[in-house]
């Protein structure tokens, strides 16, 4: 099983490093969407619920992108057949797949974060304030990866790919939005970070573990045939 | 024709058994009723039209689908519920080539043994043979079909497998590259093996066993040596 | 399969539950203090919203049914019980709109936990129809679509706690608690109607389920008489189907 998540995520990561095609989409897009939020709202910065608000949708929306793409290359150059082939357990593609995603969303908000503070936040950010916002991040970001994994694993074999990915992830995803938003407002705000936020760190570790557990049980009836 | 009683007395054990496979795709029939053994070490050859189901079993046999009815033996192993053992001891070459066109030919292989657990030697054994040593650190996309072809051999036979499944293998290969080739996916290798061929001749000459599908169907299925080319011309009118 | 039998006495079974409790909510049940007469559209939403999401909980529970033994008539049953709650549905949303607008004066208000929640679950299982139609292969089709109701099933619960807990105040509500602040008169009249919707549910189920394993049994004996070849070929769809040849 190690053997063969390291194998995968080895493969997927020289893949993205020799022919990049997600991170840079992903980035690109979100720093897009901030000047989009710019001129859609009126407003020259956010703070509070209104940044909170802006981060959580322009990065749900990057994901999309990263969702859509993610079993591409393995669906037209059939090497989900090559994997499948291999004596190894499936649920290998699965953790390959999420930690993948889960590192390309990092990439992202290394560079959406900063763009974020620069562009639009208000209030400054101090060190205790973005050591929760990694926290929080880190948490959606694993929830993402594994919804996101099993959405792409759905929607790469259907012929309205791109259109389902979105219609199917959103709704799946709200409980994750209304906990991330609710979790950073405290942090955007001028007066800085009241208490850890940790009903919505709860919220989150629990979408992440029920999740997580959905996956590892549906994810082999996704990739046969 | 109507198919002839099975003829052959099997002697040594059968690495492939059918009886009655049947595989539909929604409500077209893609096999129907296929029976027979394949000794360990021999070869059938399938014939027949294209959509005639001859993919259709190579995929069965690679445990990559599953049928609907009848029962399916490789290496003694029932599919698809023993799947995981018969993983790993075939080896299948298919239309696609199952290899990433933005990798090299040699981080292609390394994956695929990394996934099958052999010694990251046997790839370099491997390109050596299939003569793409020289271009090993190319991406695949810049090789021509049949240097992608080779590619795909040295990756169906990487794990050594007991059962090698070939669909139309040398269609994309010059006769320099099907040479190239031979040792590894021939008769000489010793191993099992299904292949599927459009050419009548050429098939037979390899085949130790012919099977010709007509619409899912079996129309033929006899000793090579007992069919001559005019019969499975017939499967393609 | 025989999905008939026993429908006409569930049918009447329905209408005579449905007809009780139109009756008990506007004859006997009390007019609700605040509200007036625009309340009594509660007898007919909340009950209405439970038994969708029981309906899609059923659906989750034939999926994982289905999964398990690749019977494609678990994959029906799933369908036909999350298309059914998917109309059911819709007019959950249209009550509650109504309702809101009675009370609050807004047709519709975000502050309400359970409609909200409602509405998201709603939004994710429209896609279902889409997801199943945009496949082709029956079989594939049949799974993927199961793997999409378990996931739908499980996300129901997790969604409706994390919209409840996203509520800063919650409003002053009649059915916060199902009998807590109900008068008895007012539980009777619920409970009646809450019935009599099930039944009309598993009147429809079943209804839907006769008329496609008919239509099933049909074609397979067309196949038969004619042939398997000259049977028509079904062509795109989302509905779930059987092999005619077994």
Not at chain 2, 105 to 112: C, G, I, K, Q, W
Request: aromatic letters at 8%; a positive charge; proline letters at 5%.
């Amino acid at each position: 099983m190690r053997r063969a998540v390291g194998a995968l995520l080895r493969k997927e990561l020289r893949l993205e490093l020799r022919a990049p095609q997600s991170v840079p989409a992903m980035a690109l897009f979100s720093v897009t969407t901030l000047v989009l939020f710019h001129f859609a709202l009126q407003r020259g910065e956010v703070d509070g619920d209104l940044a909170a608000g802006v981060l959580c949708v322009t990065l749900l929306f990057a994901a999309m992108l990263g969702v859509s793409r993610l079993f591409v290359a393995d669906r037209e150059e059939g090497g989900l057949d090559g994997f499948l082939l291999a004596p190894v357990d499936r649920t290998a593609l699965l953790v390959a797949k999420a930690v993948a995603l889960g590192a390309f969303l990092v990439a992202v908000e290394c560079v959406l974060v900063p763009a974020f503070v620069f562009l639009l936040l208000g209030p400054a950010l101090d060190a205790a304030a973005f050591a929760r916002l990694a926290l929080v991040l880190l948490l959606v970001d694993a929830g993402v990866a594994v919804v996101g994994t099993l959405v792409g694993a759905i929607a790469v074999q259907t012929r309205a790919r791109d259109l389902l990915v979105p219609l199917l992830a959103l709704p799946l995803l709200m409980p994750v939005v209304i906990a991330l938003a609710k979790a950073t407002t405290p942090l955007f705000l001028a007066a800085g970070a009241g208490s850890l936020p940790v009903r919505w760190l709860g919220i989150l570790a629990l979408y992440d573990l029920v999740f997580g557990l959905l996956a590892y049980g549906l994810f082999d009836f996704l990739v046969e045939d | 024709m109507p198919p002839r009683p099975w003829p052959v007395t099997v002697a040594a054990p059968a690495a492939i058994e059918l009886e009655g496979l049947t595989r539909r795709y929604g409500e077209r029939v893609a096999l129907a009723g296929v029976t027979l053994a394949l000794p360990a070490g021999a070869t059938l050859v399938v014939f027949g039209p294209n959509g005639a189901g001859k993919s259709t079993l190579l995929r069965i046999l690679a445990t990559l689908l599953r049928q609907h009815a009848g029962t399916a033996r490789v290496l003694g192993h029932a599919l698809p519920d023993e799947g995981w053992a018969v993983r790993g001891q075939v080896g299948l070459l298919g239309h696609e080539p199952l290899v990433y066109r933005d990798l090299t030919a040699r981080e292609n292989l390394r994956f695929h043994a990394r996934l099958h657990g052999v010694d990251l030697e046997r790839v370099e054994e491997l390109l050596d043979r299939v003569g793409l040593a020289r271009r090993a650190d190319d991406k695949v996309h810049t090789y021509s079909r049949g240097m992608v072809q080779r590619l795909a051999v040295a990756r169906a036979v990487l794990h050594d497998p007991a059962v090698l499944l070939l669909d139309e293998p040398r269609a994309s290969l010059d006769p320099a590259g099907a040479e190239l080739v031979e040792p590894l996916i021939g008769a000489a290798g010793g191993r099992t093996r299904v292949i599927t061929s459009h050419d009548p001749a050429g098939g037979l000459a390899e085949a130790d066993i012919a099977l010709g599908l007509r619409a899912g169907r079996p129309a033929l299925l006899a000793p090579a040596g007992e069919v001559d080319s005019a019969e499975i011309g017939a499967l393609y009118r | 399969m025989l999905y008939g039998k026993r429908l006409r006495g569930l049918s009447i079974a329905a209408f005579v539950t449905l007809t009780a409790g139109i009756a008990l909510a506007f004859f006997y049940a009390p007019m609700d203090a605040d509200q007036g007469f625009m309340q009594k559209i509660f007898y007919v939403h909340v009950p209405l919203a439970m038994v969708a999401l029981g309906g899609f909980v059923f659906g989750g529970a034939m999926a994982i049914q289905h999964l398990r033994t690749r019977d494609p008539r678990y994959d029906l049953r799933s369908y036909v019980a999350i298309h059914l709650s998917l109309i059911l549905g819709a007019g959950v949303l249209i009550t509650g709109s109504i309702w809101a607008r009675a009370s609050w004066g807004h047709w519709w208000v975000w502050d309400e936990p359970t409609l909200v929640s409602f509405l998201i679950v709603f939004l994710l299982y429209a896609t279902y129809q889409p997801l199943r139609f945009s496949i082709d292969d029956p079989e594939k089709q049949a799974r993927y679509a199961s793997v999409f109701a378990i996931t739908a099933g499980a996300f129901v619960p997790l969604n409706f706690l994390a919209v409840r807990l996203a509520q800063a105040y919650t409003h002053p509500r009649v059915f916060a608690t199902a009998n807590g602040g109900l008068p008895a008169r007012m539980q009777v009249a619920f409970y009646v109607m809450l019935v009599g919707m099930a039944l009309l549910y598993a009147t429809l189920w079943k209804y839907e389920m006769a008329s496609k394993s008919t239509s099933w049994q049909l074609r397979r004996l067309r196949a038969k008489l004619a042939g398997e070849e000259s049977a028509a070929p079904r062509g795109r769809s989302a509905a779930p189907s059987l092999p005619t040849t077994t």
